[in-house]
């Protein structure tokens, strides 16, 4: 554009408005004049509307008047309002048009020099190609026109040499975890990460191995342990019954008569052999010397018998 074009308002001189403002005036204070003062009564309301009427009359015409005087500035303004924006319309699309064409330099600008970064990038990535792509390691910023070119190559290589870094610290630490963390790495490259997955399979082998010891010390103890099968509810009946039978017998001949001998020897005081009194039913044959022999040592040890009916 080779034309200076520069937009001029000029100040109008505008004139007074020219009106009969003396003659509406003096119609006015006479009409004025006429009302001050009136009394109304109600003979007269009927005079009182029509006076309010004219006076209404007049304030509608002096309200016409003020509308027509601003149509005369306020149109003249619309019409120069309607053409500057009309040029405003048209300075828009010719902005727009150049702006595209800006644009596409810019992009043109920024793939070149994307793909020198590229280039940069496949001769010093080597391994790490297939695992870390070009766009995860660039930063837009270095695509930006007034970004120096040979600032961004440096910072590309040095952020391949990071990566490079980061997996050789990955591999060295986390040992038999190593490939399952540069997994876990590689989401945001993130050596944090890594670790932290690192420690919580550390912790997580040393839980296992902890219930595992736990286990084989339960299985040695039960293996260990002698098998106790506890008596059933019969077996348990049958075994006390058996033992009371046994206590009784101790106490009678094969002949099937009381052996006061035993008997006074599971009695003797210090022994310690007296068992808990208990009852038992039985019967003896007794010969009447028996019975009373029998009475005398019963009173003596001082316990009680009777007839079983």
């Not at 005036?25 to 004219?54: C, F, H, M, W």
């Amino acid at each position: 554009m080779t034309n200076e074009l520069t937009v001029r308002v000029e100040r109008p001189v505008i004139p007074a408005m020219n009106w009969n403002k003396d003659e509406v005036q003096k119609n006015l204070d006479e009409l004025l004049a006429s009302y001050t003062g009136r009394v109304y009564t109600p003979e007269s309301i009927k005079d009182a509307k029509a006076d309010r009427a004219a006076v209404n009359k007049w304030d509608k015409q002096l309200a016409a008047a003020l509308t027509a005087a601003k149509r005369l500035y306020t149109d003249p303004l619309e019409d120069f309002q309607k053409s500057i924006r009309e040029m405003q319309a048209q300075c828009k699309k010719i902005s727009g048009a150049i702006d595209q064409q800006v644009k596409a330099v810019e992009q043109a600008q920024r793939e070149e020099k994307a793909s020198t970064l590229r280039l940069v990038y496949r001769d010093c990535v080597g391994e790490l190609e297939p695992l870390i792509s070009f766009d995860r390691l660039l930063v837009p910023q270095w695509l930006n026109k007034t970004f120096d070119l040979a600032q961004a190559e440096k910072e590309l290589r040095k952020a391949v040499e990071t990566r490079r870094e980061e997996l050789r610290l990955i591999r060295e630490t986390c040992g038999e975890d190593a490939e399952p963390c540069i997994t876990e790495y590689l989401r945001a490259l993130s050596v944090n990460d890594a670790l932290h997955e690192h420690s919580r399979r550390e912790h997580a082998r040393a839980a296992q191995a902890e219930a595992e010891a736990q286990r084989q010390a339960a299985e040695r103890a039960r293996a260990a342990a002698p098998v106790i099968i506890p008596p059933t509810e019969e077996e348990r009946q049958l075994k006390e019954e058996a033992a009371q039978e046994a206590r009784s017998n101790a106490f009678v001949t094969a002949s099937g008569r009381l052996d006061c001998e035993v008997l006074q020897q599971f009695a003797l005081p210090g022994t310690g052999l007296a068992p808990a009194r208990k009852r038992y039913r039985f019967w003896v044959d007794f010969t009447p010397e028996d019975i009373e022999w029998f009475k005398a040592e019963a009173k003596k040890r001082g316990f009680a018998y009777g007839s079983v009916k």
